[in-house]
């Protein structure tokens, strides 16, 4: 097993009409990587998995945050920081930019920040082919920690818009069950396409 997604959503499928959603689990199991490791990886590690499927309910994402800070204190980790993003802010963002149809390659290369750092994020975006002014403007996401400032560069995005609205919903129910360890991050990105 490479990783818990795949065998929970075949899961879901075979017993969907058994199911009552939505549909919460979590799951802790050891899975293997199929490429050969990078330096300081193992192949064989245990993952842990909590998900909801079956309600597009911005709550879920707000119960997701509790257990999460509840696991941290739990683990005697209280000062861990939960950072937040929402794929639609990528999305109007990769839209102003006049790359939309590089969305992909935007969250892949975005991804690698933390291990690689901007300048090669920046020269794997140029070799995909973003324009030098696209990833000019990509500033506002290296740049800018603030989700006001994100929003007012994507006053001209729809989709842009209704992340920056979602992910406020979400911060100010955190805010409202005490939890204070959210924060934004819009550098935040997973290169694969179904996450939200």
């Not at 950072?83 to 990528?90: A, G, V």
């Not at 955190?174 to 935040?188: H, I, R, S």
Request: aromatic share 10%; glycine share 6%; hydrophobic share 35%.
């Amino acid at each position: 097993r490479y990783d818990l997604t795949v065998p929970f959503a075949r899961f879901v499928v075979q017993h969907q009409n058994d199911l009552s959603f939505p549909f919460k689990r979590y799951q802790i199991q050891p899975v293997w990587r199929a490429d050969r490791p990078q330096k300081g990886r193992y192949r064989e590690f245990y993952q842990c998995d909590v998900d909801m499927i079956g309600s597009d309910s911005l709550l879920n994402e707000v119960e997701l945050i509790q257990l999460v800070s509840e696991v941290f204190t739990k683990l005697k980790l209280p000062e861990a920081t939960i950072k937040l993003n929402n794929r639609k802010i990528l999305e109007g963002i990769a839209q102003v930019i006049g790359e939309p149809e590089k969305l992909i390659d935007i969250t892949v290369a975005l991804d690698k920040l933390d291990k690689i750092g901007r300048e090669k994020v920046e020269a794997e975006l140029r070799k995909k082919g973003l324009s030098d002014d696209s990833i000019s403007q990509l500033g506002v996401l290296f740049e800018s920690s603030s989700l006001e400032s994100v929003s007012g560069f994507l006053s001209d995005s729809e989709v842009g818009q209704k992340g920056v609205e979602e992910l406020n919903f979400i911060f100010d129910y955190a805010k409202e069950l005490g939890l204070k360890n959210c924060e934004f991050d819009p550098t935040l990105a997973r290169g694969l396409n179904y996450y939200t």
